[in-house]
């Protein structure tokens, strides 16, 4: 069965750092992976995804996510966040041909001035 | 392009209850997936349906039933509402690309709350 793991809960940042967060997959093939944001009381937005190929991804707003199969590890970053990135991330795994995806249980992250 | 539109937006019922949900999928989109998110399980996958055919299904309760039309929008029931059933209720709605490649857009959601 496939699973996901978000291991960070919250993350709290300062504007303008830089921004990392965690996502370790389980899943017994080449996966399909994924990262949402959900701002509050919002339905998810799809950042970006990893299908196959080059294994850096580049998504929209500046967020990028590295695909390392070595570490079943699938992690998001940005180089400097804005006020505005505040909300909470999800990862997703879904399998080949099938569209039912798994999430982790998301990182919230905050922003202080 | 429109996105994904769910109705309603919110709703309250009393335990017992049944309650239907709708989702209208982006124009040309064949696929529509649900999804329960609570904050104790997090987000759930309910089911999928692929022209008016579910093609996959979650582990909820048969009180737990949907279908899709001809014109791919979709809706799904919840029979006899417990109090564990308030959350929020994502409607997703897939296009499909090449070699097995898809992205999923998801509607705002339907708050539904059980009392």
């Known amino acids: 069965a496939q699973s996901v793991t978000q291991p960070d809960i919250h993350i709290t940042v300062s504007e303008g750092a830089s921004l990392e967060l965690r996502c370790n997959y389980s899943y017994g093939a080449t996966p399909y992976l994924f990262w949402y944001v959900q701002s509050p009381g919002q339905g998810l937005q799809l950042l970006l995804k990893y299908f196959s190929g080059d294994t850096l991804v580049q998504g929209i707003k500046g967020f990028e996510a590295e695909f390392k199969r070595s570490q079943s590890s699938f992690n998001l970053r940005k180089p400097s966040v804005h006020w505005s990135d505040a909300a909470e991330y999800f990862c997703?795994?879904?399998?080949?041909?099938?569209?039912?995806?798994?999430f982790g249980t998301g990182t919230r992250l905050t922003i202080i001035p | 392009k429109a996105g994904v539109t769910q109705t309603p937006r919110y709703l309250i019922k009393t335990r017992g209850q049944q309650v239907t949900l709708s989702c209208s999928p982006i124009s040309g989109h064949r696929s529509v997936s649900w999804y329960q998110q609570t904050p104790g399980q997090g987000l759930q996958f309910l089911f999928e349906y692929f022209s008016e055919t579910q093609r996959n299904k979650g582990n909820f309760p048969g009180r737990f039933s949907g279908r899709q039309f001809s014109n791919s929008r979709s809706e799904m029931n919840v029979s006899t509402l417990e109090l564990g059933d308030s959350a929020l209720y994502l409607c997703?709605?897939?296009?499909?690309?090449?070699?097995?490649?898809?992205?999923?857009?998801f509607g705002p959601g339907t708050r539904l709350t059980v009392l």
């Open positions: 997703a795994v879904g399998p080949f041909g099938n569209e039912k995806l798994t």
């Open positions: 997703a709605s897939t296009v499909s690309r090449l070699a097995g490649d898809y992205e999923q857009f």
